[in-house]
């Protein structure tokens, strides 16, 4: 038998940092492709997420070192960050590991969302910020607010004593939060008319979001323009630079077997 055929085909390991939707549909097209080893990587915030395809583990590396060993130890090829545009710090973090374990990295990061004529945005820095603009925006007696901002982030708004809350989550929200609040458990995506009908229903004044740019929960945007309502925009945080970025992640796959080839051609 020829050395070649003895030898054990050596997968690429690709670690995805995901929690986001993106990210799982790329760890499908990856986890198709039987010469990789796909590991998606979750924090663990969601008490049941939704699965990738490929293999899964839970749980914070324990800062930027503990993610460089897990990729030292998981002899891992590629590292994608995949992660929500809101998650900070974990995007810092696989900068910096990827820097120390000397492993490519790239980030796959969805465009944020662009106004468009009709749309009254009030773009904000951050939650803090949102709760203060707030009662600049809304009347009283015209306090109703449609928050989408996460149950993570309640503690920011608990102070609005005036304001009622309509607070779409995943998970329960925990206290701090608002005193005067409605909880509604869903995960997108959502459709234009559900929204058009909870605007309506629960009788909506302004709403308040981050930035995400995903498409699964957009059409709240549309919803509110159609109905003239006010939205606060949280604006996203910084990301590491000098770190290659993908929109899609079609083109992250693409980036990968450029990768790949090019590393194939040189070896
Ligand atoms: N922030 C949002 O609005 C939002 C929305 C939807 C989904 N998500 C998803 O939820 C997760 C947590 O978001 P966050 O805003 O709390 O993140 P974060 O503030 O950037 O990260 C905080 C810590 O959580 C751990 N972590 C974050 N993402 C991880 C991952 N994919 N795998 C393993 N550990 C991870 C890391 O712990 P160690 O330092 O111990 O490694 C990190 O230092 C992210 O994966 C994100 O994609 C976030």
Redesign the pocket.
């Known amino acids: 038998m020829p050395d070649a055929a003895r030898r054990p085909v050596r997968h690429r390991h690709v670690l995805i ?4 939707a993106e ?1 799982r549909r790329l760890a499908t097209t990856l986890a198709a492709d039987p010469s990789l080893r796909v590991t998606s ?3 663990g ?1 969601v008490a049941a997420p939704r699965l990738p395809a490929g293999e899964v583990r839970i ?5 930027p070192e ?2 460089a060993r897990w990729l030292r130890e998981h002899a891992v090829d590629v590292l994608i960050d995949a ?2 545009p ?6 810092f ?1 696989a900068a910096q590991a990827a820097a120390t374990a000397h492993v490519p990295l790239l980030a796959l990061r969805r465009p944020g969302w662009v106004p468009g004529p009709g749309d009254d945005w009030h773009p904000v820095a951050s939650l803090d910020e949102a709760a203060a603009v707030l009662p600049t925006l809304t009347l009283p007696g015209a306090r109703r607010v449609f928050l989408t901002t ?1 149950r ?1 982030g309640l503690a920011h708004f608990a102070h609005l004593a005036d304001h009622w809350f309509l607070v779409r989550s995943v998970d329960a929200p925990e206290p701090p939060h608002p005193p005067h609040m409605t909880t509604l458990l869903d995960r997108g995506p959502f459709t234009l008319d559900g929204e058009r009908e909870l605007l309506r229903t629960h009788r909506i004044d302004v709403l308040v979001t ?1 930035d ?1 740019g995903a498409a699964a929960t957009a059409p709240k945007l549309t919803a509110a323009r159609e109905a003239g309502v006010p939205v606060v925009l949280v604006r996203r945080p910084p990301t590491p630079t000098g770190v290659p970025e993908a929109a899609t992640p079609e083109e992250a796959a693409t980036w990968l077997r450029h990768l790949f080839n090019e590393a194939t051609t040189a070896n």
């Open positions: 940092l995901g929690g986001t990210a990587s979750l924090a915030r749980g914070g590396f324990g800062g503990g993610l992660t929500h809101f998650a900070g710090t974990i995007s973090h996460g993570m981050k995400s």
